[in-house]
């Protein structure tokens, strides 16, 4: 893959709207772009992605490039990682950034492979040696109980980021940059895996990953009744969402979206 100067950030959309995850991602690369004077690009993978590319703007990017087709309204992993291979390949990033999500875990690790590039995941900081142009990722070893710094020896250098460990960048509505469509045919192609049902969960209050204050409990809460209500209470008056220990999801006293921590929903 030729060099090149460009931060490339793969976007994730829910509904329409660019996620939480994305934002802090962007955040991530503009740190980069500043050190080396370069411009921070998003690419954009899905069905009507107009909505998002300006949020991905406003966010902090330069230029959103984007593949629309009505194929990937249910983002079948094969045809989404062709997507995002072909904007890879048309803009020969030095550094690819995404996050550490359901989705980001899938495609992180396959993207690598067919780039031939570097992948580091689970990143919680992220810099650059200025002087060999590596990037250096920190990233936890042994549960956590270690943090190792890895550096990258391939032209193309890809990192998945934790979620939480950056903040988004403030939204200027006023920030200007280029929305390039990219046109790539993928109607003839059929993807392998083929997405039948979706079940969503009803709950009420925001998303665990995206809770501003979560109330947790574990194994010495005793039993699910303190969830239901002690924890549930104290929640709702904190505007904030119940977590649970892994233990507490074992034991069958809350569903397993509750559960928090390193094999859980990153919060922090």
Request: glycine share 10%; charged share 20%; with cysteine.
């Amino acid at each position: 893959m030729p060099e090149s100067t460009r931060v490339l950030i793969i976007g994730e959309v829910e509904n329409e709207r660019l996620n939480a995850t994305t934002k802090e991602a962007i955040a991530a690369g503009h740190h980069l772009a500043q050190k080396i004077n370069v411009p921070v690009c998003v690419g954009l993978v899905g069905n009507d992605l107009q909505i998002a590319a300006q949020e991905a703007i406003t966010s902090g990017a330069d230029n959103v490039y984007t593949i629309e087709n009505p194929l990937l309204k249910q983002m079948p992993v094969d045809l989404y990682l062709t997507a995002l291979e072909e904007i890879c390949r048309k803009l020969s990033p030095s550094i690819l950034l995404l996050g550490r999500t359901t989705l980001g875990r899938d495609i992180g690790p396959i993207l690598a492979f067919r780039l031939k590039a570097g992948f580091a995941q689970d990143c919680i900081k992220l810099n650059l040696n200025l002087e060999t142009g590596s990037l250096l990722a920190d990233r936890p070893v042994y549960g956590g109980n270690a943090i190792a710094t890895v550096a990258f020896n391939t032209t193309l250098q890809i990192a998945s980021i934790r979620p939480k460990v950056y903040a988004p960048l403030e939204a200027n509505s006023d920030r200007k940059g280029e929305v390039i469509n990219i046109k790539f045919p993928l109607e003839n192609s059929e993807p392998k895996v083929r997405v039948l049902k979706q079940v969503k969960e009803e709950h009420s209050g925001t998303d665990l990953g995206n809770a501003s204050v979560v109330v947790a409990g574990g194994r010495g809460i005793g039993g699910p009744e303190p969830f239901l209500n002690e924890l549930q209470e104290l929640a709702d008056s904190l505007a904030g969402n119940v977590g649970a220990s892994r233990a507490a999801v074992d034991s069958g006293w809350v569903p397993s979206n509750y559960q928090i921590g390193l094999t859980g929903i990153t919060i922090a």
